[in-house]
């Protein structure tokens, strides 16, 4: 027996598609036997039924597949329909649609207790001053306020607590009436908070602070001083050596001002003028300045008993670039200085006293791509956000090569980082919001201390038992 798949004959006047299957029993042709007839013909009526059965059943169930979709798609479909309804205020699809927005937070069963410490250690100093929760250090600020809104981490009952977060808002004061920086009061502003939480609970006794969260946003972390050699004679207090700091100060070195457990944070930028620059952007997308910078740029570095402002970085780049025709570069203050920053193809973020500089988060969020300069910087959430894809890094002692760097840059991957710094969970991970959205900021110090649970003393009695 063989089983042959031929195509029908096509009549000339209409043209038929597909196959004919046609079966086909050779016989010997053994003489008229009776017997073998029939058990031909049963055999043949059978293989015939079982064929056309599988037929059947092949395009039964073909239909039915084809037709339905799978559980999880139409799950993610229903949940993008109704994100796309009910967000249009968001400034894109794309945010929309990221996958970090759908996916659950990995910080699942933590819970952070907020300690409700009286007001002079914090609400005093944001009623007393509007810049207290809008300029570059008020991560203290939006990160206490994005935990109170958040009822899935923390909780009110402090037994259950994996970690206690201690609001106090040193970086309010933190410019003097001239301008100059002043940390002078932080020390014992915090001391005082520990001295009257450990009068009051048992929890930063018993475990000395280690499961105890501080923020230090500003230049040298939680060595409270805007001079490095002054923040290194002085060193981080003892008494928070044990605890876990969130500071805008990082190094990829051995440095005595991050010598405490320690999770780098961006500073902070308000989401609200960011999203004001992004409305005066171009309209059409074009960006018509190659290199930005504007900011303190010194003719010749202020010597202030022996410092020297940027390590002279920033006059380095003054004197070999100011005038230059691609080169946008301005000393003088412009509060809507973002706008320029969304016109901007390179934005320079040279370090100042300290590395890192709120430039780093402005530039990227803005579209613009940052250039790092700051030798041994340790960049926000360098676990997690890539910052080799959407920036570039020039050496202190290479400022001088600067435009021979960009070029090659801008003639080789420019297009690549661009669409990089376009990807909505880059930008939404170097703001804060209040309450807190998921991969934002805050969302991503949860993450960073999900990963400290070792240092809580509630797991660590459960798994005691």
């Known amino acids: 027996m063989s089983l042959d798949i031929k195509r029908p004959s096509i009549n000339k006047t209409k043209k038929k598609t597909g196959f ?42 073909s239909y039915f597949a084809g037709d339905q979709s799978s559980p999880s798609t139409t799950t993610t479909t229903s949940l993008l329909s109704n994100h796309q309804t009910s967000s249009s205020s968001l400034p894109s699809r794309a945010l929309i649609e990221s996958p970090a927005i759908l ?70 004061n933190f410019s003097t009436a001239n301008g100059f920086p002043s940390l002078s009061h932080a020390r014992s502003l915090i001391s005082s908070a520990v001295d009257f939480i ?20 500003h230049d040298f972390g939680a060595c409270f001083h805007a001079m490095e050699d002054m923040a290194i004679e002085e060193g981080i207090p003892e008494f928070m050596k044990n605890s876990i700091i969130l500071q805008t100060f ?20 308000p989401p609200a003028s ?3 620059a992004l409305e005066k952007a ?90 790092v300069i700051a030798d041994g910087i340790q960049l926000p959430f360098s676990e997690t956000v890539r910052w080799s894809e959407i920036s ?8 001088r090569n600067l435009r021979k760097i960009l070029e090659r840059v801008a003639a080789t991957n420019l297009s690549a980082i661009q669409r990089n710094l376009r990807e909505p969970a880059f930008k939404r991970a170097l ?4 309450p807190m959205m998921e991969g934002d900021a805050t969302w991503h110090i949860l993450e960073a201390l999900r990963r400290k649970l070792d240092r809580s003393n509630k797991r660590s009695r459960v798994m005691g038992q």
């Open 431 to 434: 703001l804060y919001n209040v």
């Open 103 to 172: 996916k659950p937070a990995p910080f699942t069963g933590m819970k952070i207790y907020v300690y409700d410490l009286p007001a002079r250690f914090n609400s005093d100093w944001a009623t007393a001053s509007d810049r207290c929760a809008t300029h570059l250090f008020a991560a203290e600020v939006a990160i206490h306020r994005a935990l109170l809104s958040d009822s899935s981490v923390r909780t009110l009952d402090p037994e259950e607590a994996d970690f206690f977060f201690v609001p106090v808002y040193v970086s309010c």
């Open 20 to 61: 004919v299957v046609k079966m086909q029993l050779n016989n010997n042709r053994v003489g008229g036997h009776n017997k073998r007839n029939l058990s031909f013909l049963f055999f043949r009526n059978y293989y015939t039924w079982l064929i056309w059965l599988f037929l059947s059943l092949y395009l039964f169930t």
């Open 198 to 217: 450990s009068e009051k609970y048992p929890f930063w006794n018993r475990t000395r602070g280690s499961d105890h969260v501080f923020v230090a946003s």
């Open 274 to 276: 960011v999203q004001r």
């Open 282 to 371: 171009p309209a059409n997308g074009r960006r018509d300045i190659w290199a930005f910078f504007r900011g303190k740029m010194e003719v010749n570095p202020k010597n202030i008993s022996g410092r020297f402002y940027s390590k002279g970085v920033r006059t380095a780049i003054l004197k070999k670039y100011g005038g230059r025709r691609r080169f946008y570069l301005n000393r003088h203050r412009f509060a809507g200085y973002r706008s320029e920053i969304v016109r901007s193809v390179f934005c320079l973020c040279p370090l100042g006293w300290a590395p890192w500089s709120p430039r780093l988060v402005e530039s990227a969020v803005l579209g613009c791509v940052p250039v």
């Open 392 to 399: 570039l890094t020039v050496a202190e002692k290479d400022v």
């Open 250 to 269: 990082g190094v990829k070195y051995k440095h005595p001002c991050q010598e405490a457990e320690h999770v780098v944070i961006p500073p902070y930028i």
